[in-house]
């Protein structure tokens, strides 16, 4: 029963439904590790907007959250083959790649 709960928590159309979200997985995949400043900077999104998405995103696996005291960095996680596929989306999306 459980995993049916991630497994639909987890869809495709979840993650990609929102534009905010979407601008941050982006922020990140093009630049690997960003503290949450930049990644407000990058987006233009609002700080408590930021830290939901972030959030979300996490719960996927997708980025991971690394702290330095006070200070938080969030890194793309390019060894979870979807993150990796993701990236590889956007990067031909974008005509990266």
Do not use: C, P
Not at 7 to 24: F, H, P, T
Not at 28 to 49: D, F, P, Q, V
Not at 81 to 96: P, T, Y
Request: no cysteine; hydrophobic share 40%.
């Amino acid at each position: 029963m459980m995993t049916n709960e991630i497994k639909k928590r987890n869809k495709i159309e979840d993650l990609l439904g929102s534009k905010a979200r979407i601008k941050i997985l982006k922020s990140l995949a093009l630049n690997g590790e960003l503290n949450i400043s930049l990644i407000i900077s990058k987006t233009r999104l609002n700080h408590s907007n930021v830290v939901k998405h972030l959030n979300l995103l996490e719960s996927y696996n997708l980025i991971q959250k690394k702290k330095f005291g006070r200070i938080k960095i969030y890194r793309y996680k390019d060894e979870n083959i979807k993150a990796r596929s993701l990236k590889k989306f956007i990067q031909i999306w974008e005509g990266l790649y």
